[in-house]
RNA sequence: GUCCCAGUAGCUCAGCUGGAUAGAGCAACAGCCUUCUAAGCUGUGGGUCGCAGGUUCGAAUCCUGCCUGGGACGCCA
């Protein structure tokens, strides 16, 4: 399946073979083989410094090592055209490239499977994400943290992990009591009584909008009813009413979850307090100032922490600590969290709980999401000019398209402030990187079904090894690299690697389509091989696009 | 004061489990449409990789200190 993976492999294999043949190590001192892909292609398809490496060990000038292995080197075994010896000591490979040919009906027979690989070993991977708090609409960094998180996953189950997206609903607890009391003025004042917004309140023009709903559907039903009774309805109504809100706005934005997780029922199902339970058994616990306490200095934590306040109640830290001990219960190998930047100083304390209960500190991972800032005619914007607001995910999805919205929010790295610029992610032109990639794909488009137009039939059988002008090299090349740079990603949790790797194959394609005609009644058995070409390349951004979440048009 | 992230071309950013001449896009400049979509292509110029030490045959990359910007340091969530 990855042919590109193979071939180092075997060269990789092929070259310890010939350092132990050569006398110039024993097997065991051998350090990791390392091949890189240098960028420059004078430099050959992979090199390695393993000669710079072995000069300790085999006591010898770093040339002349790579002399000797060369040497010893069993150049057929390796599919190796050519070997180059450069610079202080790089052994450059030249790879033959008659293996490029297998590579286009490999992408045909894949077709959208083509990019998967199986280096996650099915190992279990839960990631959490989003996870905001169902009082109010889903913002900028929210919308940036949804991205992330959903390409993040997509990546993951390509490269073979067992992915499941969780969604943590605070549907307890302070927030939503505070959520309660906002709807309850709201309803009144839209019956004009007179009623004051609690102190912490929502203020958001969405609960205004509650309030009167509940007015026009139950006129004043609720306000002679106990206070106890009408908080608890309203609390539901706002409940539903602002969680059903999320759910359109992610499913709008391409973001579905396989499991929606209520805090509630962790308190249902007595998780709190057994999670306070197995910190007390593990000695982690201790009483302070009429509260309890978590011992998390234990774990490198710079203070400890409540887990119960004097009124009784509980801190946010301690339903969160129920709900990772109920994560890590249900047998992921990896929990990923992922927050926004201001969340970061409550990671060591939640580290250190995940160690307190008895887990090794590996398996939670958390990926920050910095901060978005938003431009419009060079300037930042602070706030949403429709609403006065932070700027929400709905509105920008209906300013800018989601295609867009999503790729930008992924061409960045995640723990790098992002500057998303609106002039930009609107307009039509080469500038935007979004319409770049897939122009390239409408353009291949446009050439298939004129080949088919023209008489090249589909079916047609096709000569690879035609394929020899450097832009269709250069081509086959990037699209063998597809499947090991979608693991890489997947590995380093990077999914902005997806974004500059379909960037950089449309850029090859569009270079390829200026140099060549595809196209060329004259030439047949060129044609036909070239169409070829453009179908493994249309397979492999499509595929790309779809990793990101971005549509892969036809036609533009 | 402590912690996290960032500091790379005029701008926005890749590169960071150490490797050869540090990359891309935009902006600037010069070219390419009787030929499959010019939403495209080709070329040129542009850099003390924040600063100072250290480790190494070799540092943008690792370590230490400092500077600048952003964020966090609640018995809030």
Known sequence: MNILAQTEETLKQEIAAAVINANLAAEEEI????????????????????????????KKAPR???????????????????????????????TKNDFLGELIPTIMTAGEAYGKTNTGNGEKIQVEFVSVNPTGDLHLGHARGAAFGDVLCNVLDTAGYDVEREYYINDAGNQIDNLAL???????????????????????????????????????????????????????????????????????FGVAFDSWFSERSLYKEDKVTNALKTLEDGGYIYEKDGATWFRSTDFGDDKDRVLIKQ????????????????????GFDKVINVWGADHHGYIPRM?????ALGYSRDKFEVKIIQMVNLFENGEKLRMSKRTGKAVALRELMEEVGVDAVRYFFVTRSNDSQLDF????????????????????HARICTMLKQAVEKGFAAEEKYDASLLTAEKEIDL??????????????AEKHTPHKVTQYVFDLASLLHSFYNAEKVLDQGNPELTKARIALMKAVRITIANGLKLIGVTAPEKM
Do not use: C
């Not at 609106?422 to 319409?435: C, E, W, Y």
């Open 476 to 489: 086959l090349k990037k699209l063998g690299e597809f499947p090991q740079m979608i693991a890489d990603a």
């Open 31 to 58: 350090p990791d083989i390392i091949l890189e892909k240098p960028k420059d292609k004078a430099h050959g398809d992979f090199a390695s410094n393993i000669a710079m490496q072995l000069a300790r060990i085999a």
């Open 351 to 355: 580290r250190a709980a995940i160690q």
């Open 311 to 330: 009124d009784g109640t509980y801190t946010y830290l301690t339903p969160d600590i129920a709900y990772h001990q109920n994560k890590l219960e249900r």
């Open 182 to 252: 906002s709807v309850e003025a709201r309803y009144l004042q839209a019956l004009n009584k007179d009623a004051a917004m609690p102190e912490d309140g929502y203020h958001g023009s969405d609960i205004i909008e509650i309030g009167k709903t509940l007015a026009l559907e139950y006129g004043d039903k609720w306000v002679n009813m106990e206070r106890e009774e009408r908080l608890a309805f309203f609390k539901e109504y706002g409940l539903d009413f602002e969680l059903g809100k999320i759910k359109k706005d992610l499913a709008d």
């Open 64 to 94: 002349q090592i790579a002399d000797e292995i060369v040497k010893s080197l069993d150049q057929s075994k390796a599919s190796i055209d050519k070997v180059e010896i450069a610079g202080p000591g790089f052994i450059n490979f030249f």
């Open 421 to 440: 610029d609106l002039n930009l992610a609107r307009s039509q032109s080469n500038d935007n990187p979004v319409f770049y990639v897939q122009y390239a």
